[in-house]
């Protein structure tokens, strides 16, 4: 016999073994699957990603990177199967590389044992012996991981050029079909690039000439798309407030794979840049991705397009960017990294000269003059460094914009780029918490602030406060941390308006523009009594994704007990993906190392009782944390836009909210929201009507006068006087509140209180007192009702039971309850009905009328009229059949159109219910009616409707009933017999 413990083992590893199969099967259909494009056919996706090319893998609602493996994890009822392995492998679809997900059996790769009875340990795909503790598992290499930290101190920034000549690998035969460069406006664009946490931000100056391009792509050594993004911004998409603000083109390829980190690192990657659509003719730009050593210190920017008084045709393809840095100290300098195509006539080839020149248009100033050599001219790319000393003055100028860069050829000046020094390509703002710089404030002020600059070299800052008085005379002021004396750089309090400061300082000087680079430059915050109330320094953040949106919000303290340094601000965005991007900053805990939990909550409106869905988006440690989900359904992402939304921060440890911050309206892309059809639109109400009842699903909870109601909870209406309402599946019913006839008894007055709908018996000799009376009372079904007060309850969804009187015993406060008596029946209940559906008691039915002769003359006039409407017939009861209405416990044979009247078949009304029943067939009309056939005599009166059918139906019906008679008096004999012998 088999042991019990081997049994337990059979069984599992029969239910493995069947799950392996099953899942094999689905498998061997999808052998590939694609990332992120469309999800594994074993998880359902709703097709909402529109991303072309994509370098990493997405298993529902999982990115993996390029390279890395797991087990498939199908979650309940099956949850991780570790015999299924998948692997995020790179695909070559044409000149693409996209990954797909590979999933494998690995049941057969499984190590032979070598014992007799192995075992499956939990979390395991190969059997083991018993004496093995660790098991036996599949040999996998683990790749060598890099540090992220090294990885990042080794490749920090990038930066590429983009012109015609730089785009000469797209010419190629290979890449030509593809790829349109023909630029006859000379379009010029340069690009930043920053990577950091395993993500490539990247930013573009592109010519004012020139609209957005729509996509952009970065290529390898060889010229396939290892990656693409769409830059397109729908009309009705998110808003890009700092993109339509500086001119810039911003983006970020997050958790770039290690194999691109290399290509990157190696200077092996090229950006491509392009425009144009179906209804108009493609351009292509592309520039190879390189380090420079002065991007870490640069502070403007330059693009370099032809000059003006130049001719196209010679300065095809030219153009370049100036990486500008400077120092301001004793002696002020300016450092310039130029990096530029298209200067050289062809016989140049060796010891070019090329002039460089800032000036200031507008003064006819030159600030700097220089002439270069270039040993090796470059057909694509040339790269040149200058250094030249500047006053304070020019420096000035640099920081407002107001000068101009000139690159030109000594030998053939007509061969000539020139652009404006612009704040630094990168995307980038400025942001900051204000809070007490005192830990032992107790101070209820707080605030946020986020700045960026212009195109033009302005600086825009945004300054919300909250809880600060007006009345103590508050100033803010911009300050530099950097220096001992912190001194005070500009004054932003004539800005400052109902708890916020809006505005820009427009003639930035270098003292302010060095210090928010070095990140040194703060808002401090000032009142009478408090010289430094809230404060913070400015941090810079890349812009994409959730920095991308309009402004942030402010994740404020939920208990007072809370320290009044910590709080937080959020950014949240949705992309044209439809994910959700968040990044949330919570102020430092000096040393305490906590768990967070961030939470998305939703409600319908903003009202009592309201219906609150939350969900978790992440936990996470520290005081930053950045990321997205694409766990959100489409109707759930819609109600960010249409809903009551708050992001809250909880502590895991306390298990408590500490923040919690509502959001501002979220721009949701039109594609992003849930698609119906024609059949399925849900109504849309407003909900500032008095009942909507179709606010919400009829699962949920009912809006009524302005707050939320839980299911099957009662209460009285605030809109309607005497009304009393509940809430049943999601719809609220209302009902008039029916006062009881009372009597009240000798030593008793008739009186109604204020606030009441019916009178109530109350002792003479407190009928005039004022005291507490009115607080006394009883409760009956969590109803208050007053003292010496009768009603009917309320019972929904029938209404108030007018059959039913309760009373509140005016000195024991007790609650009787009693129900009517009805008088006895003088009919049959059977015949028996109630005169309308709220009747208390049944009546037996009107005796019929005397049948009076035609010719015998009657009194007219003695006769009352006894006609009812149909409407007075249903109420009382009555039944309605096809177009004839029928009394309450009225008779009658029904017409069927086919057959005529059946007289076999009788039909009663009874309390609004129809009942019909066939004639019974008794034994002594069967047997006349069979004598009757044999003897060939007609059938008698009354037997018609006893058809042989009818007849032998009764006599099978009846031989059952037999049957089971003699059986179960079988049965009892035996049982007699048994207890007799026993």
């Excluded at 390279?67 to 392995?85: E, N, Q």
């Excluded at 290509?263 to 209804?279: A, T």
């Amino acid at each position: 016999m088999m042991s019990p413990y081997k049994w337990d083992i059979s069984k599992y590893l029969s239910l493995q073994l069947v799950l392996v199969f099953v899942l094999s099967l689905v498998f061997n259909n999808v052998q590939i699957v694609n990332g992120r494009r469309a999800s594994p056919a074993l998880i359902e996706d709703d097709g909402r990603r529109n991303r072309p090319v994509i370098s990493e893998c997405q298993f529902g609602k999982t990115v993996r990177e390029l390279g890395t493996t797991w087990y498939a994890d199908l979650g309940p009822p099956f949850g991780v199967m570790y015999c299924i392995k998948c692997e995020c492998v790179s695909v070559q679809k044409k000149r693409r590389i996209v990954g797909r997900v590979q999933c494998r059996n690995i049941k057969s790769e499984c190590p032979p044992v070598t014992c007799d009875e192995p075992i499956l340990l939990p979390g395991k795909c190969c059997k083991t012996c018993p004496n093995e503790a660790q098991g036996t598992e599949i040999a996998q290499v683990v790749p060598h991981q890099v540090a992220a930290e090294e990885e990042e101190r080794n490749m920090k920034h990038f930066a590429a050029l983009l012109t015609g000549r730089t785009s000469h690998f797209l010419k190629e035969d290979e890449m030509k079909p593809a790829y349109s460069t023909n630029n006859p406006q000379n379009i010029v664009a340069t690009g930043r690039f920053t990577f950091t946490k395993k993500n490539l931000y990247y930013s573009f100056y592109i010519s004012d000439k020139a609209i957005r391009p729509r996509s952009v792509q970065f290529i390898n050594s060889v010229g396939m798309i290892i990656e693409e993004h769409n830059l397109e911004t729908p009309f009705n998409g998110p808003l890009n407030l700092y993109q339509n603000k500086t001119g810039k083109i911003c983006g970020v390829w997050r958790r770039v794979p290690k194999e691109y980190r290399k290509l990157l690192r190696e200077e092996r990657m090229s950006v491509v840049l392009l425009w144009g659509g179906n209804y108009q003719a493609e351009l292509a730009l592309a520039g190879r991705i390189a380090r420079y050593t002065a991007l870490s210190t640069e502070l403007f920017s330059s693009l370099l397009e032809p000059a003006s008084d130049t001719k196209p045709d010679q300065m095809s393809g030219a153009g370049g960017t100036a990486i500008v840095s400077t120092s301001n100290g004793v002696t002020s300098s300016i450092h310039l990294t130029l990096v530029f195509t298209g200067l050289f006539v062809p016989d140049e080839i060796m010891d070019a000269l090329i002039n460089i020149r800032i000036e200031s248009l507008e003064r006819k100033q030159i600030i700097l003059e220089d002439t270069q050599r270039i040993k090796d001219p470059d057909p694509y790319v040339n790269v040149l460094e200058i250094s030249s000393p500047v006053s304070t003055h020019d420096l000035r100028l640099l920081s407002r914009g107001k000068l101009v860069l000139t690159i030109e050829s000594r030998k053939n000046p007509a061969l000539k780029i020139q652009g404006h020094i612009v704040t630094r390509v990168v995307c980038e703002l400025f942001q900051t918490l204000l809070t007490p710089s005192n830990i032992g404030s107790n101070t209820t002020t707080s605030g946020l602030a986020w700045m960026y600059l212009n195109r033009e070299g302005s600086l825009i800052y945004n300054i919300q406060t909250d809880e600060l008085s007006l009345q103590k005379n508050p100033t803010i002021k911009l300050v530099d941390d950097g220096t001992k004396r912190r001194a005070t750089l500009e004054d932003l309090t004539p800005s400052f308006n109902f708890n916020q400061a809006i505005g820009s300082i427009d003639k930035l000087s270098p003292r302010v523009l060095e210090p928010l680079y070095n990140e040194e430059l703060a808002i401090n915050i000032a009142t009478d009594d408090e010289p430094n109330l809230v404060r913070g320094r400015l941090i810079a953040r890349p812009v994409a994704d959730a920095r991308d949106s309009i402004e942030p919000i402010l994740l404020k303290r939920m208990e007072n007990n809370t320290p009044a340094h910590l709080m937080g601000m959020a950014w949240i965005a949705i992309d044209n993906e439809c994910n959700l991007h968040y990044e949330v900053t919570i102020s430092a805990l000096f040393g305490i190392q906590q768990t967070f939990s961030i939470y998305l909550e939703e409600k319908p409106i903003e009202a009592p009782g309201a219906p609150v869905t939350r969900q978790l988006l992440r936990d996470f440690n520290g005081s930053y944390v950045e990321d997205f989900t694409m766990e959100i359904p489409s109707a759930e992402l819609a109600k960010l836009e249409t809903s009551v939304c708050y992001l809250e921060i909880e502590s895991k440890d306390a298990n408590k909210i500490l923040l919690r911050g509502k959001l501002k309206s979220t721009k949701v892309p039109n594609h992003c929201f849930p698609h119906y059809t024609d059949n399925n639109v849900p109504s849309v109400v407003s909900a500032l009507e008095q009942n909507d009842n179709t606010l919400l699903p009829p699962d949920s909870k009912c809006y009524h006068s302005g707050r939320f109601y839980d299911e099957g909870e009662q209460w009285k209406s605030s809109m309607v006087p005497c009304t009393v309402c509940s809430c049943q599946h999601g719809r609220v019913n209302c009902d008039s509140i029916k006062c009881p006839e009372i009597k009240c008894k000798p030593n008793e007055e008739r009186v109604m209180n204020k606030g009441e709908c019916c009178n109530m018996c109350k002792p003479i000799k407190t009928v005039n007192e004022s005291s507490n009376s009115a607080q006394r009372g009883c409760y009956l079904g969590e109803q208050f009702h007053m003292a010496g007060a009768s009603w009917h309850p309320y019972l929904p969804p029938n209404g108030f039971d007018t059959c039913t009187t309760c009373t509140c015993d005016y000195t024991t406060l007790d609650t009787n309850c009693i129900r009517m008596e009805c008088p006895p029946l003088t009919c049959s209940e059977r015949v028996a009905y109630r005169p309308n559906k709220k009747a208390c008691c049944k009546v037996c039915p009107e005796a019929k009328p005397h049948v009076v002769e035609k010719d015998v003359m009657q009194d007219e006039r003695s006769r009352t009229p006894t006609t009812k409407t149909s409407d007075e017939v249903l109420a009382n009861g009555g039944c309605k059949v096809v177009n004839t209405v029928y009394e309450n416990g009225q008779e009658w044979h029904p017409i069927v159109a086919s057959h005529g009247e059946q007289k076999c078949v009788k039909c009663r009304c009874k309390d609004s219910q129809i009942s019909c029943d066939r004639k019974r067939c008794t034994r002594s009309v069967c047997n006349s009616r069979i004598a009757a056939k044999r003897k060939g005599l007609p059938v008698s009166e009354g037997s018609e409707c006893c058809t042989s059918s009818q007849c032998k139906r009764t006599r099978r019906h009846q031989n059952s009933r037999r049957m089971h008679r003699d059986r179960d008096e079988k049965q009892q004999s035996q049982s007699l017999t048994k207890a007799i012998r026993s």
